[in-house]
């Protein structure tokens, strides 16, 4: 069965200090691994695609890694504005879907 | 350029009714996407619709439809509401594979 799973749930950083979440996957034929933020409320924000393994893209403070089991989200040096719900899909399997699969999300809180 | 939106922003409901969630796509994108979102979960797929028709299903019963219409603004419908439907509905809209989502429905169902 297609599932995706973050760690940790809950993530708690002081201002600066580097830290990475992790999403593990287990989809047949992976379409795209996606990072998304999403704030208390609000729908959620797209971040990076990752479609093979050893691909990396970056935006200011985050890094997204890949690998075929599992994609790291790196925050360096965070800002109390990196505060969020970080979620992760995969698109792929068995039946050659469009549809998003979603891991419960990692939330994160940066302190100052 | 309007991203995603989405009405109403939220909505409070009895058991039993029904209730009719709009969005509309991102300029350009051709296919939406619905998603339920339980508190504390990621969102779970329900359908989505290309050239209005529903391509793809997830594990959603009957009671919630939906329509797209020739201008790729979309609907969601769910007849018979229960307590279990109170979440937050997500439309995405995407032209290939990255989804962008609006900022949500937020049902709640008494």
Same mark, same amino acid.
């Given at each position: 069965?297609?599932?995706?799973?973050?760690?940790?749930?809950?993530?708690?950083?002081?201002?600066?200090?580097?830290?990475?979440?992790?999403?593990?996957?287990?989809?047949?034929?992976?379409?795209?691994?996606?990072?998304?933020?999403q704030d208390p409320g609000k729908g959620p924000e797209f971040l990076f695609t990752l479609y093979s393994a050893g691909e990396e893209k970056e935006k200011e403070r /985050?890094?997204? =890694?890949?690998? !075929?089991? +599992?994609?790291? /989200?790196?925050? =360096?040096?965070? !800002?109390? +504005?990196?505060?969020?719900?970080?979620?992760?899909?995969?698109?792929?399997?068995?039946?050659?879907?469009?549809?998003?699969?979603?891991?419960t999300g990692t939330r994160l809180q940066v302190f100052p | 350029d309007a991203g995603v939106t989405q009405s109403p922003t939220h909505l409070i409901k009895t058991r039993?009714?029904?209730?009719?969630?709009?969005?509309?796509?991102?300029?350009?994108?051709?296919?939406?996407?619905?998603?339920?979102?339980?508190?504390?979960?990621?969102?779970?797929?329900?359908?989505?619709?290309?050239?209005?028709?529903?391509?793809?299903?997830?594990?959603?019963?009957?009671?919630?439809?939906?329509?797209?219409?020739?201008?790729?603004?979309?609907?969601?419908?769910?007849?018979?509401?229960?307590?279990?439907?109170?979440?937050?509905?997500?439309?995405?809209?995407?032209?290939?594979?990255?989804?962008?989502?609006?900022?949500?429905?937020?049902?709640?169902?008494?």
């Amino acid at each position: 069965e297609d599932q995706v799973t973050q760690s940790p749930e809950a993530l708690r950083l002081q201002e600066g200090e580097s830290s990475s979440l992790n999403c593990s996957y287990t989809v047949s034929g992976l379409r795209g691994l996606f990072w998304y933020r999403q704030d208390p409320g609000k729908g959620p924000e797209f971040l990076f695609t990752l479609y093979s393994a050893g691909e990396e893209k970056e935006k200011e403070r /985050l890094k997204a =890694t890949l690998t !075929k089991k +599992e994609s790291f /989200l790196h925050i =360096t040096a965070p !800002k109390p +504005e990196d505060s969020a719900t970080y979620l992760c899909a995969v698109r792929g399997g068995r039946y050659n879907t469009d549809k998003l699969i979603f891991g419960t999300g990692t939330r994160l809180q940066v302190f100052p | 350029d309007a991203g995603v939106t989405q009405s109403p922003t939220h909505l409070i409901k009895t058991r039993g009714q029904q209730v009719t969630l709009r969005c509309s796509p991102k300029s350009g994108h051709d296919t939406v996407s619905w998603y339920q979102q339980a508190l504390g979960q990621g969102p779970q797929f329900i359908f989505q619709y290309y050239e209005e028709e529903e391509r793809q299903r997830g594990n959603f019963p009957d009671r919630f439809s939906g329509h797209q219409f020739p201008n790729y603004s979309s609907e969601l419908n769910v007849n018979a509401l229960l307590l279990g439907d109170s979440a937050l509905y997500l439309c995405a809209s995407s032209l290939n594979y990255e989804q962008y989502f609006g900022p949500g429905t937020r049902l709640t169902v008494t």
